[in-house]
C-alpha cells in the first residue's frame, strides 16, 4: 500500500498537464477531459466535421483518413539554431508551395478511426474541409480528382484526397509516380476501379515543379496544354469535344491552382502549422475517459516505469492498430493506458560496429526511411537483414497503418502472422526489456513469443529496444509473405530465413540456419529439425531435397486448424523454402561463389513481386444530342464529394433529441429462442430500450415480394445475424453497450449450411422451381448427332457488396407522431416507405422516404436496407423520438446479405469441330433465409446461361435453396453473371476436351441476329461479331499467344495466361410491371429547372445523365438543372434503383415532361420572340403557364410468361467482349493482370465518361469476384469458424480490390458509330497513343438503340461479367504450369480464384507431398 501511494505521488506531480490542445483545419481547439475513449474520428464527426467518413472503423477502408502535422521533437534539439530561423521562414515556406517542407515537421494520413483522440494533443489535424471547398476554391487535389471523374458515390473520397495531400505536404518535392500509388495502398474504392483516381493524381508526379506554381497557371491560362504523362506540352490536350471528334480527356488534366474568382493562387491558402504548437511546451498528459478510463502519455521513460509500476494491468499504446482492434471488435477493456510515442528512450534509432538499435516505439514508417539509408549507405553483406525487413514491410499494411504502428507494438502483440516477427527470430535479433525497478535483461527474438499473444515480458516489464545485429560475409537473410491480397494484407503465411555458410576450398558449408514461419502455429514457428538437418550440410540440390522432407515434420496443421487451408499453407511452406534455396544459390553464383546457378527458367522462382505501373486508355466518341446529351460533362455532385461537403444519411444533422439504436442479433444458425433477459442492459449508462416483436404496431412480417420474413424474430432464428429486437439509447456506443448486454438463450435445431445440403433435403423455397427449354435435349443426346457429351459440376461463390457506406438511417415522427419521416442510404425509398408503413400500420401517405445519395449500393441497399430502417422506424413510432441508425461494417456484412453463391451441373453434347448441341443444365442459388429476390435471380442467371452462343437444344431447369444464412439479395448482375460464368466454364471445357483454344469455340458458336434465344425472344442488333473482332485486333490475340508461349517456356515457376470473353446482357426488370419510372419536372422563372425523378443517385451518375436529357430537352446548360434528392412525396410508386435501366427509365421519364412543358410553352415562344430560356420561362409564367410536369414511361414490348417459359423479357441487350493476360506465380498462387482490354457497344453513349467509369468501376469489383474476395462461413468445410457466421466479416478478412490489384494496362473502348473516318484515339494516360495517336479506322457497326433514350445502352451490370476473362486467363496460366509436370486433363477453378487455388491447381512435387493432384479447395456456397 505504501509503494502504492508514493507511486500516485509521482502521477500527482505538477508535470502531468489535464490541458490538451488541437488544432483541426487552423482553428484551436482544447479537448476537454473525460474523452479517452474516443477516437478521433468520432471527435471530428461530432463537432460537424463530417467529411471524414467511417467507413469500416478498423483501418482497413482509409475513409476516415486525415493528415496529421507535428513537430518533431527529435528535430528541435538537434536543429535548435536552424529552427529559430525557420520560424520567421515558416510562413513563406509553408504558404508558397504546395510541396514546402522542412525536417523539423511531420505531415502525415492517419486513419482517424483507430487514432485515439488523444494522441493527436499538440498536434495540427487537417481534414477534407481544412483543404479547400466548392464556395471558396478547391484544392488541386479535389479539383483534379472531380475533373478526371476519379468520384463516383463519393464516399470513399475525402479519403483519397487526404492521403494524397499528406504525400505532397511530406515531400520536398514532387513524389513519383511509384509512390502516389504506394500512398493509395491504404485507400478502398468500390465504384471507380481506381484508374481515374490515380490518372486525376498522376498529375502531381511531375518533375517540374513549375506545374504547380504560378508560372504553371500562367501556362495553363494562356492555353498551352501539358500532358500529364510526359510534363511537357502535348497534342494529347488540344482536341475539341464537339459532336462528331473523338473527345479527348487531355482538359482535365489541368487543376485550377488558383482561385477562379479572386485569381489568388491556392497556395497562398495552405494551412500553416500553427505557431502556438512550435512554441508550446510539450507536456505530460494526464486525462480521463469513459468509465473511468485513464490516459498517460508520459514524456519520459523514468514516469512510464512508474505508471506500470503502479498500474499493472496498464496498457502501453503507440500506434493504437491492435489495441483499438481489440477495443472495438474483441470487446476488451482496458482501465488505464499509456501512450509511449512522446518517450525520447523508446524511439531510438542507431547505429554501431554490430549492428542496428531499433526503440520499441519507432514507428514502421520510420523505420523503413532508416532501413533505406542504412541500405544504401553500408556495404551489402552487412545488411541483408535490413533488406529482408524493408521488403517485408512495403507489403505492410497502408501507409496511414505505417505512419502509426510501432515496431513494439508489432513484437508485443505477439501475432502468429506477425510480418516481422519471424524476421526478428530469424535475423539473430535480441530484445531488451526493462522493469519498472529499471532493471535491464535481453532475450533473443527466437525465446520471446511463448504462446498464443503472449510473451516473455513479467507484468512490471516493457520493451525498451530491439537489436539488430549486421549480417556476415556469406550470410543471407530473406523474407516472405503470401496473403489474400498484395497489398495491405495480413498474410496467410509468412517466413524469415537465415543461412549462414563456410565457403572453404570451393564448397559452401552451413554454419548456421534459421527458418521461421508465421501463419503456421499460434505463434512464429521454428522449424527446428529443419534448421538442425541443414547445419554441417553442403549447399547443393541433396540439402534441399533433404530439408523439404524434414521441413513436413516441422510443420503440423491438423485439418480444422484455424484459418483452414492447411494443403496450401504447408504447400507454401515448402515453395518458401525452395524459394529460399534458390536464392541464396543466385546471389552465391553472382558473387562468383557457386559455379552452377539457377538454370534460365529457374530463375522465375526468385523474380522480384516488381509491379509496373498501371496505365488507363479510353477510346470513346462523342455524339452530341443538343446541349448536354453525349458530353463527358464531370458528375453533378462531383465538387461536393471531393470537399466532403456531400451529404450522406450519416451526415445529416440530428435533431436535438435523438435517440441511437443498435441491433440484437441472433448468434446461432437455427433455434428456438427461449428466452430474452435484458436485466444486465437496463443499468447500462444512456439505455432507453428494448423493443421486440410485442412492440411492432403493425405487422411483424415483411418481405419485396412475399411477406416470408419477421421484422423481429419471435420464436426460432433462422439464421446467424437475424434481427431479435432494437436497443435505444442516448449514444451510438451506449447503444452498442446495452446491445451487448442482452442475453438471449436459445435451444438449437439443425441447420442447413451450404447449396449441397439444401440439395440433399430438398430444401427449396416452394413455388421457386423453374425451367426453360429449348429443342430437345434428350433427343439430341440420343440421335448420336453429338460426338462428345460431358458433364459437370460448377461452384461460383458469392460476393460482398462492400459499398462504401454502411447502412444508415433517421427516423423521425412529424405532427404527434402522425406521420413518419426518413433519411436512408437505400437504393430504393419506395420499398423502405412500404416496408415502414407495414410494420406501423400507417397509410403510404403518411410515410415520406428521402435519400439525397449514397455510398455505393450495387444491389445490397435494395431490399436489405429497408428492413434495418423498419426496425427504427418501431422505437421512434413508438417513443415519438427521432432514432438513428447507422451499422458497423462488421454487422452490416454479415446481416444484409451477399450475391448468390450458385452450384451448376451441367451435361453438354458438342462435335468434334467444337459446335454445342445440346446442353442439360441445373441450376441452384443459395436464397439463404428468407426468399427476398431471389427467385427473380435465379431466372435472371437461367436467362443468360446462354451468354452469346447458340444451342439448338437447352433445358436450363432452377431451385432456389433454403439455408440458414442470411438472405441473399441482388447484386450488380443479378444472378446474369453466375449464369454465364457456368457457360463459360462449359465452353471451357469442351475446348480442353477438343484441345482447341476456348475462343476458338467461342466465336464458331455465336448467336446471330435473328436467332431465337431459349426463352423465346428473337436477338436483333446483336454487335458481338464485330466487338469481338476488333478486341482481337485491338489486343493482337495471336501475337500476344504467341509471346505469352514463349514466356512460358523460359519460365518454369511463372506463367502467363490470356483469356477473351463476350457478354450478352438483357435489360429490363423481368419483372413487368417494375418497368416504369415517373418524373417531375419544375421550371422556375429564371430560367432553372428541378427535376425530381424515382432513381437513387449512388455513384453511377444517375442524376447527372438525366440532368444531362433535361438541359437538352429544354436546349439550357447542364449549369441550369438541378436535381435534389429522391423522394417518395415527390414521385410515388418508383422501383428501386437497379437493373441497370434507370438511365432509360427515368431519362425517358423526364424527357416526357420536358416535352409536355415544351409544348405549353410553344405557342408563349412563338408569340414572344425571347432572347433566354429564363425570359421565356418568365413570359409562359407571366401568361399563367403551367410549368410543372409529371413524366411517366413504361418499357415497351416486353413480358414473359413462365408457364409455357417464353416470352420477350427484355426490352434490348448490351453487348461487350473483354481480353486479358494474366501472370501467376505458381509457388505461392500470386497473380497479377497485366493487361485488360474492355470493348462495348453503349449506342450513342449519354456521358461517355461516366460510362467509361462504370464499364472499369464494374470490371474491377468483377476482378474481386473472380479472384480476390472469398466468404468464409462456418459450415461443414470450415469448422474452424463457429456454425453459420462468417469470417469475413470487414475489411480485414474480406478483400476487395486495391488499387494495386488492378490491370497494369487498362484499355476501355466503346463501339463506334456507323461510319468511316480518320479518328483521333483518346490517348491521355497512354504515352504511346499520345505521340502516335492518330489513324484512319473503319467503322462498320451499327450502334443505334432505337429501344432506349437517345439511342443510348444501359451500363451499370453489363461490364461486371467481363472480368472473368482474369479468371480464364488465370486457368490458361495454370494449365501451362500443369503442362510441366505432365498433367493435360481438364480441372476445375473456382470463383475466386485466390492464391490458395491458383496454387493448388498449379501441381507440382511441393504440393503433391501434401495432398493429391485432384485436390479442390473448399469454398463456401
Ligand atoms: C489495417 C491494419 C493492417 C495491418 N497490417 C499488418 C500487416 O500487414 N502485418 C502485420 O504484422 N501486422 C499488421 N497489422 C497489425 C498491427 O498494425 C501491427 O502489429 C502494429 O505494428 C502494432 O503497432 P501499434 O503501435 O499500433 O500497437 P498498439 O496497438 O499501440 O499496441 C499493440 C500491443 O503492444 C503492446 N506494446 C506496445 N509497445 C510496447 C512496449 N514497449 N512494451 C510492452 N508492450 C508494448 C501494447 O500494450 C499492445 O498490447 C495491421 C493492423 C491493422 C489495423
Ligand atoms: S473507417 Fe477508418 S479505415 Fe475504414
Ligand atoms: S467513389 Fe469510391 S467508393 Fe464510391
Request: aromatic share 10%; glycine share 8%.
Amino acid at each position: 500500500m505504501g509503494s502504492l501511494i508514493k507511486a500516485e505521488e509521482v502521477v500527482a506531480e505538477g508535470e502531468w498537464s489535464t490541458e490538451a490542445v488541437v488544432y483541426v483545419n487552423g482553428v484551436r481547439r482544447v479537448l476537454p477531459d473525460g474523452l479517452a475513449h474516443l477516437t478521433l474520428l468520432q471527435y471530428l464527426r461530432d463537432i460537424g466535421l463530417t467529411g471524414t467518413k467511417l467507413g469500416c472503423g478498423e483501418g482497413g477502408c482509409g475513409a476516415c483518413t486525415v493528415m496529421i502535422s507535428c513537430f518533431d521533437e527529435r528535430s528541435r534539439k538537434s536543429h535548435s539554431v536552424q529552427c529559430h530561423e525557420t520560424h520567421r521562414n515558416f510562413h513563406l515556406l509553408d504558404c508558397k508551395l504546395i510541396f514546402s517542407y522542412y525536417d523539423l515537421y511531420r505531415h502525415y494520413a492517419i486513419n482517424a478511426c483507430l487514432a485515439p483522440l488523444y494522441s493527436v494533443e499538440g498536434m495540427h489535424v487537417i481534414t477534407v474541409e481544412g483543404i479547400g471547398d466548392s464556395g471558396r476554391s478547391l484544392h488541386p487535389i479535389q479539383e483534379s480528382l472531380s475533373q478526371a471523374h476519379g468520384s463516383q458515390c463519393g464516399f470513399c473520397t475525402p479519403g483519397f484526397v487526404m492521403s494524397m495531400y499528406a504525400l505532397l505536404r511530406s515531400c520536398n518535392e514532387p513524389p513519383s509516380e511509384e509512390k502516389i500509388e504506394e500512398c493509395l495502398a491504404g485507400n478502398l474504392c468500390r465504384c471507380t476501379g481506381y484508374r481515374p483516381i490515380l490518372d486525376a493524381f498522376r498529375v502531381f508526379a511531375k518533375t517540374d515543379d513549375l506545374i504547380y506554381t504560378k508560372t504553371m497557371s500562367e501556362n495553363n491560362l494562356s492555353g498551352d496544354f501539358i500532358c500529364p504523362s510526359t510534363g511537357k506540352p502535348c497534342d494529347c490536350g488540344k482536341g475539341t469535344t464537339n459532336s462528331t471528334e473523338t473527345s479527348t480527356r487531355g482538359k482535365q488534366y489541368n487543376p485550377f491552382l488558383y482561385n477562379k474568382i479572386d485569381g489568388s493562387l491556392y497556395s497562398e491558402k495552405e494551412l500553416i502549422f500553427p505557431p502556438e504548437l512550435l512554441l508550446k511546451k510539450v507536456m505530460s498528459l494526464r486525462l480521463h475517459g469513459f468509465e473511468g478510463i485513464k490516459w498517460y502519455r508520459p514524456l519520459r521513460l523514468q514516469q512510464v516505469l512508474d505508471l506500470k509500476s503502479l498500474y499493472r494491468d496498464a496498457k502501453l499504446v503507440i500506434g493504437n492498430t491492435e489495441v483499438g482492434i481489440e477495443t472495438k471488435f474483441k470487446n476488451l477493456q482496458y482501465k488505464v493506458l499509456i501512450s509511449v510515442t512522446h518517450v525520447p528512450e523508446l524511439n531510438i534509432l542507431s547505429l554501431n560496429e554490430k549492428g542496428l538499435e531499433i526503440g520499441a516505439s519507432v514507428r514502421l514508417i520510420e523505420l523503413q526511411k532508416f532501413l533505406r539509408k542504412v541500405i544504401a549507405d553500408y556495404p551489402d553483406d552487412k545488411t541483408s537483414s535490413c533488406k529482408a525487413i524493408l521488403e517485408q514491410l512495403k507489403w505492410f499494411a497502408g501507409n496511414q497503418i505505417k505512419n502509426v504502428a510501432s515496431v513494439g507494438g508489432n513484437i508485443c502483440t505477439a501475432s502468429p502472422i506477425s510480418d516481422l516477427n519471424p524476421l526478428w527470430m530469424a535475423a539473430g535479433a535480441i530484445f531488451q526489456v526493462i522493469s519498472c525497478k529499471g532493471n535491464v535483461r535481453t532475450i533473443p527474438a527466437k525465446d520471446f513469443f511463448l504462446s498464443y499473444r503472449k510473451v516473455n515480458l513479467t507484468y512490471d516489464e516493457i520493451l525498451l529496444s530491439i537489436f539488430l545485429p549486421w549480417t556476415r560475409h556469406f550470410e543471407f537473410v530473406k523474407e516472405f509473405k503470401q496473403a489474400h491480397r498484395r497489398e495491405d494484407d495480413i498474410a496467410l503465411v509468412n517466413a524469415g530465413m537465415r543461412v549462414f555458410l563456410k565457403h572453404d576450398h570451393g564448397t559452401l558449408e552451413v554454419l548456421d540456419a534459421s527458418i521461421v514461419y508465421g501463419g503456421i502455429a499460434p505463434v512464429s514457428l521454428t522449424a527446428t529439425m529443419t534448421e538442425n538437418y541443414l547445419i554441417g550440410k553442403k549447399w547443393d540440390d541433396i540439402l534441399l531435397q533433404g530439408a523439404l522432407k524434414i521441413l513436413q515434420e516441422d510443420i503440423v496443421l491438423t485439418e480444422n486448424a484455424p484459418g483452414g487451408m492447411v494443403e496450401f499453407r504447408k504447400s507454401l511452406s515448402s515453395s518458401f523454402f525452395f524459394k529460399f534455396f534458390s536464392f541464396v544459390t543466385n546471389e552465391l553464383n553472382h558473387k562468383g561463389f557457386l559455379i552452377e546457378g539457377l538454370n534460365a527458367t529457374g530463375l522465375s522462382a526468385i523474380q522480384p513481386n516488381y509491379r509496373p505501373l498501371t496505365r488507363g486508355i479510353q477510346c470513346y466518341e462523342l455524339t452530341k444530342h443538343g446541349t448536354a446529351v453525349g458530353l463527358p460533362a464531370m458528375h453533378l455532385s462531383s465538387k461536393l464529394q471531393v470537399t466532403g461537403e456531400a451529404e450522406y444519411a450519416d451526415d445529416v444533422p440530428t435533431p436535438p433529441n435523438t435517440l441511437h439504436a443498435a441491433l440484437i442479433l441472433s448468434r446461432k444458425p437455427h433455434a428456438r429462442i427461449l428466452s430474452i433477459d435484458d436485466s444486465l442492459a437496463k443499468s447500462s449508462p444512456g439505455f432507453i430500450g428494448l423493443f421486440g416483436h410485442r412492440d411492432v404496431p403493425g405487422s411483424n412480417k415483411i418481405g419485396p415480394i412475399i411477406h416470408d420474413e419477421e421484422l423481429f424474430a419471435s420464436e426460432t432464428v433462422t439464421c446467424v445475424g437475424q434481427v431479435i429486437g432494437i436497443v435505444v439509447a442516448d449514444t451510438h456506443d451506449n447503444a452498442k453497450i446495452a446491445s451487448n448486454k442482452i442475453v438471449v438463450e436459445y435451444e438449437e435445431l439443425p441447420a442447413i449450411l451450404s447449396i449441397r445440403e439444401a440439395v440433399k433435403s430438398c430444401n427449396f423455397f416452394p413455388n421457386t422451381g423453374r425451367c426453360l427449354t429449348k429443342g430437345d435435349v434428350e433427343l439430341c443426346f440420343k440421335s448420336g448427332a453429338c460426338d462428345k457429351v460431358i458433364d459437370g459440376e460448377v461452384q461460383v461463390g458469392g460476393q460482398e457488396h462492400f459499398y462504401l457506406e454502411p447502412n444508415s438511417s433517421l427516423v423521425w415522427t412529424v405532427d404527434g407522431g402522425n406521420e413518419i419521416h426518413m433519411v436512408s442510404s437505400t437504393q430504393a425509398p419506395q420499398k423502405t416507405q412500404d416496408y415502414v408503413a407495414r410494420v406501423l400500420g400507417l397509410p403510404l401517405a403518411k410515410v415520406v422516404c428521402k435519400t439525397k445519395r449514397i455510398g455505393g449500393g450495387f444491389g445490397g441497399k435494395e431490399t436489405r436496407s429497408a428492413f434495418i430502417t423498419a426496425a427504427a422506424s418501431v422505437p421512434s413510432y413508438v417513443l415519438r423520438r427521432p432514432i438513428k441508425i447507422t451499422l458497423d461494417r462488421d454487422v452490416d456484412m454479415m446481416i444484409t446479405g451477399q450475391r448468390h453463391s450458385f452450384l451448376g451441373k451441367y451435361k453438354v453434347g458438342f462435335t468434334n469441330a467444337g459446335e454445342v448441341l445440346a446442353i442439360d443444365l441445373q441450376l441452384y442459388n443459395n436464397a439463404g433465409n428468407s426468399l427476398d429476390l431471389s427467385a427473380a435471380v435465379l431466372e435472371r442467371a437461367m436467362f443468360h446461361s446462354d451468354n452469346v452462343y447458340n444451342i439448338p437444344n437447352m433445358r436450363i431447369t432452377g431451385d432456389v435453396c433454403y439455408t440458414n444464412f442470411p438472405s441473399n439479395t441482388a447484386f450488380r448482375g443479378f444472378g446474369g453473371p453466375q449464369g454465364m460464368l457456368i457457360a463459360e466454364n462449359w465452353i471451357q471445357r469442351i475446348a480442353m476436351e477438343l484441345q482447341k483454344s476456348p475462343e476458338e469455340i467461342r466465336e464458331l458458336n455465336f448467336q446471330n441476329d435473328g436467332c431465337m434465344l431459349h426463352y423465346g425472344q428473337v436477338l436483333q442488333s446483336s454487335t458481338v461479331s464485330q466487338l469481338w473482332d476488333q478486341l482481337k485486333q485491338s489486343c493482337s490475340f495471336v501475337r500476344t499467344r504467341e509471346n505469352v508461349n514463349m514466356f512460358n517456356l523460359h519460365n518454369r515457376w511463372r506463367k502467363r495466361g490470356v483469356a477473351m470473353v463476350p457478354t450478352k446482357f438483357g435489360i429490363s426488370f423481368t419483372t413487368k410491371f417494375m418497368n416504369q419510372a415517373g418524373a417531375l419536372v419544375q421550371v422556375y422563372t429564371d430560367g432553372t429547372v428541378l427535376v425530381t425523378h424515382g432513381g437513387v443517385e449512388m455513384g453511377q451518375g444517375l442524376h447527372t445523365k438525366v440532368a444531362q436529357i433535361a438541359a437538352s430537352s429544354f436546349n439550357i446548360p447542364l449549369s441550369s438543372v438541378f436535381i435534389s434528392e429522391t423522394s417518395t412525396d415527390k414521385v410515388p410508386n418508383a422501383s428501386p434503383t437497379a437493373a441497370s435501366a434507370s438511365s432509360d427509365m427515368y431519362g425517358a421519364a423526364v424527357f416526357d415532361a420536358c416535352d409536355q412543358i415544351k409544348a405549353r410553352m410553344q405557342h408563349i415562344a412563338a408569340r414572344n420572340p425571347h432572347s433566354s430560356f429564363a425570359e421565356l420561362a418568365k413570359a409562359c409564367y407571366l401568361e399563367r403557364i403551367d410549368l410543372s410536369a409529371h413524366g411517366f414511361y413504361i418499357t415497351p414490348d416486353i413480358g414473359f410468361d413462365w408457364k409455357d417459359g417464353k416470352g420477350s423479357p427484355f426490352s434490348y441487350f448490351t453487348f461487350g467482349a473483354a481480353f486479358a493476360e494474366v501472370e501467376i506465380d505458381t509457388l505461392t498462387g500470386d497473380f497479377y493482370t497485366r493487361e485488360a482490354d474492355i470493348i462495348m457497344d453503349l449506342g450513342h453513349s449519354l456521358n461517355p465518361a461516366i460510362d467509361v467509369g462504370q464499364i472499369e468501376g464494374a470490371f474491377v469489383q468483377g476482378l474481386g469476384w473472380i479472384a480476390l474476395e472469398e466468404l468464409k462461413w462456418g459450415d461443414s468445410d470450415h469448422k474452424w469458424i463457429r456454425p453459420g457466421h462468417l469470417y469475413t466479416s470487414g475489411p480485414g478478412t474480406y478483400k476487395i480490390p486495391t488499387a494495386n490489384d488492378i490491370p497494369l494496362k487498362l484499355k476501355v473502348s466503346l463501339l463506334k458509330v456507323p461510319y468511316t473516318k480518320t479518328i483521333r484515339w483518346v490517348c491521355c494516360t497512354d504515352l504511346l497513343m499520345c505521340q502516335d495517336g492518330t489513324g484512319t479506322e473503319i467503322l462498320d457497326a451499327g450502334v443505334q438503340n432505337t429501344k432506349a433514350i437517345h439511342s443510348s445502352k444501359a451500363v451499370g451490370e453489363p461490364p461486371f461479367f467481363l472480368a472473368s476473362a482474369v479468371l480464364f486467363a488465370i486457368k490458361d496460366a495454370i494449365i501451362a504450369a500443369r503442362a510441366e509436370e505432365g498433367y493435360h486433363d481438364w480441372f476445375p477453378l473456382d470463383n475466386p480464384a485466390t492464391p490458395e487455388r491458383i496454387r493448388m491447381a498449379c501441381i507440382d512435387n511441393f504440393t503433391k507431398q501434401f495432398t493429391t493432384p485432384e485436390f479442390h479447395p473448399k469454398l463456401s456456397i
